[in-house]
């Protein structure tokens, strides 16, 4: 059974940072990718940040290139997500997301089957 679990997640002031974590188990793909996500209260999931196990290519939305780096330990299944200059509007449930998902698709959270729980981001003004 594939699992992922989020952590990392807190309060935090406007322009401080954030780390959060993605541990994954459980799966037995050879060629897979880990997309985070988050979803704001009243609004779309969005995607935030990818990253494909095999070779490391990464790709950010415009909100986070600059700001947030993702990263994998590929030794011990976790990604992370390293978040700088948060600002009021990241506040949101952040997510991580695992399948053979390619880049040219990265964005679509439905082509993702396994989800993590989530873990709460808040930044205050």
């Known amino acids: 059974e594939v699992q992922l679990v989020e952590s990392g997640g807190g309060l935090v002031q406007a322009g401080g940072p954030l780390r959060l974590s993605c541990v994954a188990s459980?799966?037995?793909?050879?060629?897979?990718?880990i997309g985070w996500f988050r979803q704001a209260p009243g609004k779309e999931r969005e995607a935030v940040s990818w990253i494909h196990d095999s070779d490391g290519r990464t790709i950010y939305t415009h909100s986070a290139r600059g700001r947030f780096a993702i990263s994998r330990d590929k030794a011990k299944n976790i990604v992370y997500l390293q978040m700088n200059s948060l600002k009021p509007e990241d506040t949101a449930v952040y997510y991580c997301a695992l399948d053979n998902v390619h880049d040219s698709s990265w964005d679509r959270y439905e082509l993702y089957d396994y989800w993590g729980q989530g873990t709460q981001v808040t930044v205050s003004s």
């Open positions: 459980g799966f037995t793909f050879d060629d897979y990718a």
